[in-house]
Nanobody
Framework: QVQLVESGGGLVEAGGSLRLSCAAS????????MGWYRQALGKQRELVAA???????NYADSVKGRFTISRDNAKNTVYLQMNSLKPEDTAVYYC?????????WGQGTQVTVSS
């Protein structure tokens, strides 16, 4: 079983930075595609960024050039570095782990960007 625990959310002013972390349990982390999703109030959950087991990353157009996803397989952790934050980045951010029949979600961490 893969369990995910996010951390690093909080309140930041526009233009500021935050780094989210997602620690995974289990022994298959290096095989997983890891993603960060977000859900703003009243909106659908959307993909922010994802990174494959091989290290290939993709991003939502709205965060390209501002956010960076990375992973440390030795620590079973995926990160989301968020720079130049905007009020529209305010949302609950969820970590996701996926491979074959595995599809696990973390509990979410709130990110609030004030204008």
């Amino acid at each position: 079983q893969v369990q995910l625990v996010e951390s690093g959310g909080g309140l930041v002013e526009a233009g500021g930075s935050l780094r989210l972390s997602c620690a995974a349990s289990g022994s298959i982390f290096s095989l997983l595609t890891m993603g960060w999703y977000r859900q703003a109030l009243g909106k659908q959950r959307e993909l922010v960024a994802a990174i494959t087991s091989g290290g290939s990353a993709n991003y939502a157009d709205s965060v390209k050039g501002r956010f960076t996803i990375s992973r440390d397989n030795a620590k079973n952790t995926v990160y989301l570095q968020m720079n130049s934050l905007k009020p529209e980045d305010t949302a609950v951010y969820y970590c996701n782990a996926r491979m074959s029949i595995v599809n696990r979600w973390g509990q979410g961490t709130q990110v609030t960007v004030s204008s």
